[in-house]
Structures are given as structure tokens and as C-alpha cells.
């Protein structure tokens, strides 16, 4: 029995396209690997890492550097399947983020190619939120007017393709290349079925205007130098970063997500009700579409006008929270657009058990409507104010997550996945769910603690019955009136600062995540 032929690895890449002699590499000389961060040390990580590295002879999933494409000075990064799954963590964000701010800063154009099973699960949260800033830095890239090419490889899948995999200005694939948003084993596992075959397959997503064309690796080089030849092009600047709000009860990450998933937890639309003013709800793009997972509106909240969008938990049909899609997200880019062109304040809200897992959400190019929020609300001239309301899973929530300020509900919570996806991909089973979002922190408390939220908002105190209520969803009117103050006061705090010195801000604190 013959052996399935092997998929090009990251050196295999270089080689095909770079013009012989030609290639720098810009990653540090193999060494040592530093220590863990404490929140990242763990036996079991260790010797990953270490069995990783030895069977690739890499230190980390991504390879950066620069050559020729037929005589053209291009910046290189590649994604390294055979180590971990090509799983990007906080090191492998990091050099990533270098290497394309050092391809802005010498104006070089930029060919990506990942290969990657998506974030890495065993460094959770802090993982995951990696792709914000790499997602920022390449949108720094093309506002300098530099070309950002991409290069599918097999396979392309989860944060990576809802980032750096999504952002190009000309899209290519492998043959072949399994590329979609949701991984079909992490289907299978949370629903019981194989994912449809034939969907995330490159040739597919050629036939659904995802990808631009599928290509040999024999091919690239020629390509991308056509491309090349007509997108060459022109600069952007840097930033400082903030202070933090301090605080918070110890609530284990189960209970947190077990309160979170209470039927009578309040959503956005009772939010509005109790504390939204002069409301209109805003229907769809614009441009024939609606998705009932996103709720669009202006509204007054604590007195502060502002655009709302966020997800709404409660709209269903048939009765299960609705989960947001490509057209949501497209919804949702329209409300930063009206924000942008009116210098109103934008406020997003975060209740979402995951984006739509389906075929109509692969073909309508989910991962790249994820990408485009993300650069979107990084570089957003408005005010932006986040709240994590409830629950926070996967590339559904982190595509309304950046802005310059992030609140969370005690019983919010954040993650790669929901937690039992991530135990299927670690322990191929679902039993383990609540191991692991001890463990990648993921409960509003160790959010705090890392910098992806700024302020944690009580649940009990404040409530109608107090000494009875231990979450929103014992006494929502009380809840929802105390936050609509809050939002309020940051919304219009937010306004008073200069804009220059907010956007260096928020752009700092994604650099910087995972760092300190």
C-alpha cells in the first residue's frame, strides 16, 4: 500500500518560491527555548514543545525571513504544519508580528503561507487573542500601501484562517488543502456527524469567490511575481499603552459557565430595554442581507449616544441562541462604518456560544468576515467600548472583542472554543471540558489579570433581592440598570480623550498582549 504523497512543509515553500541563494532568514539562531510563563509552564507543554522541536529541527510553528521572487525583494512567512499542527501561540503571534512590522518598516512586499491547525489549545486564551494583533499588524502593512499576498497550504483552519490567512489582497490555495473556519474533527465531536465533505476544500472555495486560485507550489513563485508587478506600492506608525482596573472574587471557570448558559440570563435586547434610550434598531447590511445572530442599533445608553452591535442570544426561531455568520458580521462592519462617519462611539457586546458551524457559513467566507472585524475594530477611528456579557466562545466573540476599553459581566468568560471543543482536540473527548477552561483562563478573573479586560462588573451586588442573587439572571432588571450606568461613563469618558492618543492606546494593548 503506497503512502499518501507528503504536503510541502515551510523549507519545501521557501525553496519553491524564493530564487536560489538568495534567502535571509530573520528568526533568531536555535537555541535553548527560553522559559514558560508561568501561566504557560506545564510538564505535559514542555515536553510538546520539546518532542516538536526535535522532529522538525525548528524552535517554533512559523518560519520568517526574506528572498527573491524572480529578482524582487519579498518578505516571507510560512507556517510549519509538523510542529504542534502549526498551532500559533503566544512566541509563534510574536514572531509573526516582528517579522511583518519589519517588512512595513523596510517596505518590502509580504507573501504569507500558513499551514496550521489554528491557536494553540495548550496555551489557551492568551493564544487565541494573538491573533488580534497579527491581524493589526497586517493591517498596518497594507495601509502603508504594501502588497500582502497569501498562499493556502494544507490545512488552513480556525484563528489563523480567521486572521493572517484571510487579510490578503490576492488569495491563492493549495490543490486540494483542506481550508475552513471549523475544524471537522471538533465538528464531529460537539455534533456527532462528520462535517459535509467536498465543503473546505480549496477547489470549493475557488467556486465560491473565497479563494482567488488554486495553485501547485511549482506555480507561486511565477504568480506571485505577476501579482507583484502591478500591486507594488507605499508607510504607518507605532504606540504607548494604558492603565488597568484591578480586582476580583475567585468564581471557578465552571461555575462561571455554568451561569453563563442560564436560559433567563438577560441578553442584549433586554439591555436595551432597560437601559437604551431613544433606540432604533437598524435591519440587516444594507445590501440584502440579515443574520438574526447580530442586533444593530443606535441607541443612548447611560445618556452616552452610541452604535450598538452585538449578539443577540435570545432571537431564534427555533428556540437555541442563534449563531452569527458571515452576514452578521457584515451587519456588524456597518455599524463601524455609521460609527466612523458620524464620530459616534461604538459599543459591542460579546454573549455568543460560537459562529455558525455549517456550510452556508464556510461558502459565505466566515473566517475572512472574522479577519475583516478584527482589522476593522483595531483601526476604528471611533471610541470603542467592548462588554463581554455572557458567554465568549471562539472566532464568533473575538471578531467584536478589540477596543479601547473591555468590560466583563463576573459570569463572562472567553475562549478559543467552547471548552468542551477544546477538550476534544486535546483528549479527543469532551469529558474533560472543565480541566481545561481551568486551565487556559478563560473566567472574567484571569482575563482581568492578563489585560484582556479592564474592569470586571459585579452581578450580585446592586440586585433587587441581593442576598438572594448570585448571578444577572436572578435579578436582571437591577443588573442591567446598574451596567447601563457604567457604560455610560465609560462611553463618555472615552470621548473626551484626543483620538491620536486613544488609537496608540488600543493599538498597544493588543501589541503588548501575552508579553507582560
Known amino acids: 500500500m503506497t503512502e499518501p504523497p507528503r504536503r510541502p512543509g515551510s523549507q519545501q515553500l521557501v525553496d ?68 504542534l499542527g502549526g498551532s500559533i501561540g503566544v512566541a509563534a503571534g510574536e514572531r509573526l508580528v516582528r517579522a511583518i512590522e519589519r517588512a512595513t518598516r523596510e517596505r518590502l512586499p509580504l507573501l504569507a503561507s500558513p499551514a496550521s491547525g489554528g491557536t494553540r489549545m495548550q496555551e489557551g486564551t492568551i493564544a487565541f487573542l494573538q491573533m488580534v494583533k497579527v491581524a493589526a499588524a497586517i493591517t498596518d502593512h497594507k495601509a502603508a500601501g504594501l502588497p500582502y499576498l497569501v498562499h493556502l497550504r494544507h490545512p488552513t483552519t480556525g484563528g ?33 456527524e462528520p462535517f459535509p465533505p467536498g465543503v473546505q476544500v480549496a477547489e470549493n472555495l475557488l467556486a465560491h469567490g473565497i479563494v482567488d486560485a488554486v495553485l501547485p507550489l511549482a506555480r507561486l513563485a511565477g504568480a506571485t511575481a505577476r501579482a507583484l508587478a502591478v500591486l507594488c506600492g507605499d508607510a504607518a ?57 447580530l442586533l444593530l442599533a443606535l441607541a443612548r445608553i447611560g445618556g452616552t449616544p452610541c452604535v450598538v452591535l452585538g449578539h443577540d442570544r435570545h432571537e431564534a426561531d427555533d428556540g437555541r441562541p442563534p449563531a452569527l455568520g458571515p452576514a452578521g458580521l457584515r451587519m456588524a462592519r456597518r455599524g463601524m462604518r455609521i460609527a466612523a462617519e458620524l464620530d459616534l462611539p461604538l459599543l459591542s457586546v460579546v454573549d455568543t456560544a460560537g459562529a455558525a458551524l455549517s456550510r452556508e457559513a ?21 471610541p470603542t467600548l467592548c462588554l463581554l456579557l455572557g458567554q465568549g466562545a471562539g472566532g464568533g466573540a473575538l471578531a467584536l472583542l478589540p477596543a479601547d476599553r473591555v468590560l466583563a459581566a463576573r459570569h463572562a468568560w472567553l475562549s478559543p472554543l467552547p ?30 489579570a492578563r489585560g484582556i479586560v479592564d474592569r470586571v462588573v459585579e452581578e450580585a451586588s446592586g440586585a433587587g433581592r441581593a442576598e438572594d442573587a448570585q448571578d444577572a439572571a436572578d435579578a436582571p432588571e437591577a443588573f442591567l440598570a446598574r451596567l447601563g450606568a457604567i457604560l455610560g461613563a465609560e462611553l463618555a469618558g472615552l470621548r473626551t480623550l484626543p483620538r491620536p492618543e486613544r488609537l496608540a492606546a488600543r493599538r498597544a494593548r493588543y501589541r503588548t498582549l501575552g508579553l507582560r
Open 16 to 83: 519553491a518560491v524564493v530564487d536560489p541563494g538568495t534567502w535571509r532568514g530573520w528568526d533568531p539562531p536555535r537555541s535553548p527555548p527560553p522559559p514558560l510563563p508561568p501561566y504557560l509552564d506545564g510538564e505535559e507543554y514542555r515536553a510538546d514543545l520539546a518532542r516538536a522541536r526535535a522532529r522538525t529541527g525548528l524552535d517554533e510553528s512559523v518560519v520568517t525571513g526574506e528572498g527573491d521572487v524572480r529578482g524582487r525583494r519579498v518578505a516571507v512567512v510560512a507556517g510549519e504544519f509538523g510542529f
Open 362 to 382: 464556510e461558502e459565505g467566507g466566515l473566517a475572512g468576515e472574522i479577519a475583516r472585524s478584527l482589522a476593522d475594530l483595531v483601526t476604528l477611528p471611533s
Open 237 to 293: 506608525p507605532a504606540a504607548p499603552a494604558g492603565p488597568r482596573d484591578a480586582t476580583a472574587a475567585d468564581v471557578p471557570a465552571a461555575e462561571s459557565i455554568r451561569r453563563s448558559r442560564r436560559p433567563e440570563r438577560p441578553g442584549l435586547r433586554a439591555l436595551l430595554a432597560v437601559a437604551g434610550q431613544d433606540v432604533t434598531l437598524l435591519s440587516g447590511t444594507g445590501a440584502g442581507e440579515r443574520d438574526p445572530g
Open 160 to 192: 489563523v484562517l480567521a486572521s493572517w490567512g484571510s487579510l490578503g489582497h490576492v488569495t491563492t490555495a493549495e490543490p486540494g488543502a483542506l481550508i475552513g473556519f471549523l475544524g471537522p474533527r471538533v465538528h464531529e465531536a460537539l455534533y456527532g
Open 419 to 448: 471548552p468542551e471543543g477544546a477538550s476534544a482536540i486535546l483528549y479527543r473527548t469532551t469529558e474533560r471540558a472543565d480541566e481545561v477552561a481551568a486551565r487556559q483562563g478563560v473566567r472574567s478573573a484571569d482575563l482581568l
